[in-house]
Nanobody, 116 residues
Framework: QVQLVESGGGSVQAGGSLKLSCAAS??????MGWYRQAPGKERELVSTITNAGTTVYANTVKGRFTISRDRGKRMLFLQMDNLKTEDTAVYYCAACRTGDSTFRNWGQGTQVTVST
């Protein structure tokens, strides 16, 4: 079982930037990703990255967010620029898909609040 711990959340004004980090307890070679859940909404995909570095982004964040990973340091990152109020959510780190393509390991989440 992989332990994932997110950090870097906080409050920022619209147009600002934040960088989220996710520290894994062990070396990971499988796909990792970021999800988010806004109040009253279902959890949604933000971005994923494979071990080879192939990335996927939700249309709502494409061009504003950048996912990256440092496998040697067991870290996953999400650089968020030009933040919008609709980006307000709890952001979760995830790792390693199961057979039905859902992620098996999840962090506890970090709050991101974007205000006008």
């Amino acid at each position: 079982q992989v332990q994932l711990v997110e950090s870097g959340g906080g409050s920022v004004q619209a147009g600002g930037s934040l960088k989220l980090s996710c520290a894994a307890s062990i070396y990971i070679i499988c796909e990792m990703g970021w999800y988010r859940q806004a109040p009253g909404k279902e959890r949604e995909l933000v971005s994923t990255i494979t071990n080879a570095g192939t990335t996927v982004y939700a249309n709502t964040v494409k061009g504003r967010f950048t996912i990256s990973r440092d496998r040697g340091k067991r870290m996953l990152f999400l650089q968020m620029d030009n933040l919008k109020t609709e980006d307000t959510a709890v952001y979760y780190c995830a790792a390693c898909r199961t057979g039905d393509s859902t992620f098996r390991n999840w962090g506890q989440g970090t709050q991101v609040t974007v205000s006008t």
